[in-house]
């Protein structure tokens, strides 16, 4: 059963940095490309970042380019979102996404979410 | 970047009914269009991919359309657990983008 679980989410201030994780099980991590996706409060879906199977290439919204950076550790299945210089429009359910074989930007799989709330 | 927007944004309608969504791109997607389902508090849940495939295990009274800009959702004989948001997602180029949503109120 393919399972995805974020991690990492929190309060922090703007000017803040967080790390949100995502472990995955129930496939081979290495053979599939994955995306984060964000859901602000009440508001619709957006896509934030993805990175290929390999990890040799990442891909940006244009709002969080220069400021996310996402990368992925094969050895322990685990996706990342390294987020600095957050802001107040960062404020939002952050999901990690798995694609199905024969797609990279098609979302079969999706993890619960993790909350970041940007905030003074 | 490519816009979708969806209409309605909100609809009511009855157990039993068929909705349609609507959902048009600023430009030819060639038909790479995909439709989720959220319920509140949850992930969203792929229903159809590519304009009109069924996902594993969604009920066949799930149903996508169209080509070029303009893409349809329909949902026939409305059943109590369809009642959600819905969001139509292109995945012709970078970045991807949604539509804004249509709720499905009772």
């Known amino acids: 059963e393919v399972q995805l679980l974020e991690s990492g989410g929190a309060w922090v201030q703007p000017g803040g940095s967080l790390r949100l994780s995502c472990v995955a099980s129930g496939f081979t991590f290495s053979g599939y490309s994955m995306s984060w996706v964000r859901q602000a409060p009440g508001k619709g879906l957006e896509w934030v970042s993805s990175?290929?199977?390999?990890?040799?290439?990442?891909y940006y919204a244009d709002s969080v380019k220069g400021r996310f950076t996402v990368s992925r550790d094969i050895s322990t299945s685990t996706l990342y979102l390294q987020m600095i210089g957050l802001r107040a429009e960062d404020t939002a359910v952050y999901y990690c996404?798995?694609?199905?074989?024969?797609?990279?930007?098609?979302?079969?799989?999706w993890g619960q979410g993790t909350l970041v709330t940007v905030s003074s | 970047d490519i816009q979708m927007t969806q209409s309605p944004s909100s609809l009511s309608a009855s157990v039993g009914d068929s909705v349609t969504i609507t959902c048009q791109a600023s430009q030819d997607i060639n038909n790479y269009l995909n439709w989720y389902q959220q319920k509140p508090g949850k992930a969203p849940k792929l229903l159809i991919y590519t304009t009109s495939d069924l996902e594993t295990g969604v009920p066949s009274r799930f149903s996508g359309s169209g080509s070029g800009t303009t893409f349809t959702l329909t949902i026939s004989s409305l059943r109590p657990e369809d009642f959600a948001t819905y969001y139509c997602q292109q995945y012709d180029s970078l970045p991807l983008t949604f539509g804004g949503g249509t709720k499905v109120e009772i």
């Open positions: 990175i290929s199977s390999s990890g040799s290439s990442t």
């Open positions: 996404a798995k694609p199905p074989l024969w797609s990279r930007s098609t979302f079969d799989y």
